[in-house]
């Protein structure tokens, strides 16, 4: 559903081609178009700037590979207008520290995903108001798992892509399988879809433990989940 003054800007394709959207998700979605450049390590998105200029409050993705982001954000700085930032306080790759720094001195606060890197943003940067929203899809009442039970099986969750790694968790599962101490019966089950199914499928081939991790596909059922 949608909220009153609420405007979600999304654009038609992300960095990585495997993440799809819906307008199902939100019916205040706008969808503008992606223009990559430098081999897709740079990003603007068309319409952003216009739309974002005229907003009372604006929160932007924080990733420093959006251009039209640093815009919006310097623009905004020099009229004015509260900016926020969303998403991790770091990042992967350890060079782009002074910049991402710097975005965020460009903004009035920050929303971060978990209360320990909130603590952390105070400490680098007690100036930045900050703010936490976990970052999870269910509610605390809807997550069904019970801490008692005992389990034998090894879950994996998300999309089956570089970025999320799968390819590290089937090696380290298939290696762990040659260790004596090793549960026989223990499984590694794949839930997601991506570009790294067909690669997946050949290393379980070509291993003689392969058919202990199963490709489940895409499941969005509670409670198929939950078995």
């Known amino acids: 559903k949608s909220l009153p003054g609420l405007v979600i800007i999304s654009g038609d394709e992300d960095f990585f081609p495997g993440i799809r959207k819906t307008r199902k998700a939100y ?12 081999n897709r390590s740079l990003l603007w998105q068309r319409g952003v700037v216009s739309r974002c200029l005229r907003k009372d409050v604006v929160v932007l993705n924080f990733n420093t590979r959006v251009l039209s982001s640093w815009v919006v954000a310097t623009c905004r700085k020099v009229m ?19 910049v991402r720094h710097l975005m965020m001195r460009l903004c009035d606060g920050f929303i971060t995903y978990t209360e320990e890197e909130r603590r952390r943003l105070a ?34 969750v998300g999309r089956l892509e570089e970025a ?3 390819l590290l968790a089937v090696r380290a599962f298939l290696e762990a399988t040659d260790h004596p101490g090793f549960n026989t019966e223990t499984l590694l089950y794949l839930v997601g879809v991506g570009s ?31 078995r």
């Not at 900016?83 to 782009?96: A, D, E, P």
């Not at 499928?201 to 392969?210: A, N």
Request: with cysteine.
């Open 196 to 226: 790294l199914c067909p690669v997946i499928e050949t290393i379980l081939q070509e291993h003689r433990c392969g058919d202990r991790v199963r490709l489940m596909g895409h499941i969005a059922d509670e409670e198929c989940l939950e």
């Open 27 to 38: 019916r205040g979605l706008i969808t503008v178009k992606n223009v990559f450049l430098v």
């Open 80 to 98: 004015g207008r509260p900016t926020l930032l969303w998403g991790h306080i770091s990042g992967r790759n350890r060079r782009l520290h002074h």
């Open 123 to 156: 400490r680098m940067h007690p100036e930045i108001r900050s703010f936490t929203a976990p970052n999870a899809c269910l509610p605390r009442a809807r997550i069904r798992y019970e801490a008692s039970k005992r389990r034998k099986h090894v879950l994996y």
């Open 164 to 166: 999320k790694k799968p």
